[in-house]
């Protein structure tokens, strides 16, 4: 039940671009792409609440398909201020607010 | 004005121990969420309350896991008879209103059963 996000870990120079995916065997409602640095919690970045949606923070946004169960997180021209854990964090059931989350994809950006 | 705070930030419990764990939300926050994090897994389900209203407690591992809200505001997540599995970060979570918005979290409290 638990999305699988790939890849697992990434590691970039600054500059660099990379693509975070989220995968679901269910159908999803919403998704919350969340970044957790090393012994801090985790930090929101965006909510997807439709089908088809796409956001944008900064120099990071997602998209989500609902047809095909899958969110995707684009970082653009990574700083190293991106470097951390990245979790989606999926709602299976609309309205139970039961947060589901991925696998988690560690992501290292290097000078 | 203040964020999402947890105390204790580290506990270390003997086996058997009952300890509580405390989250102050952010103030006027309706809904709020227990996480239980392993080292390096995503945050896990534990419960979900809105308001003093516990609506989902489907996550809570057993029976040993209770947590109330009773004012609607400060939560309390407690273990009775703690064991080595336990052994975990809890994270709290609040948001503003009972739809899909941003969650804050807490810094945790990392548990450690001997």
């Known amino acids: 039940q638990q999305p699988v996000q790939s890849p697992q870990a990434v590691i970039l120079r600054e500059g660099e671009d990379a693509v975070i995916n989220c995968s679901s065997s269910k159908a999803l409602y919403s998704v919350h792409w969340y970044r957790q640095k090393h012994g801090e919690a985790p930090v929101f970045l965006m909510i997807?609440?439709?089908?088809?949606e796409q956001k944008g923070h900064e120099k990071i946004s997602a998209s989500f398909n609902e047809k095909k169960q899958q969110s995707s997180l684009y970082l653009t021209a990574s700083q190293l201020s991106y470097s951390g854990t990245y979790f989606c964090g999926t709602e299976m059931t609309s309205g139970t607010y039961k947060y589901i989350f991925g696998t988690g994809t560690r992501l290292k950006v290097l000078a | 004005g203040a964020g999402v705070s947890q105390s204790p930030r580290y506990k270390v419990a003997k086996r058997g121990q009952d300890v509580a764990l405390r989250c102050d939300p952010i103030s006027g926050h309706v809904s709020l969420f227990w996480y239980q994090q392993a080292l390096g897994q995503g945050p896990e389900f534990l419960t979900y309350f809105q308001n003093e209203a516990q609506l989902d407690k489907s996550g809570l591992p057993s029976d040993r896991f209770f947590a109330e809200r009773p004012e609607g505001s400060v939560s309390t997540l407690k273990i009775q008879r703690t064991q080595q599995e336990d052994s975990a970060v809890y994270l709290c979570a609040s948001s503003r209103g009972t739809g899909q918005e941003t969650q804050y979290f807490g810094p945790g409290t990392r548990l450690l059963v001997l």
């Open positions: 997807l609440l439709k089908g088809g």
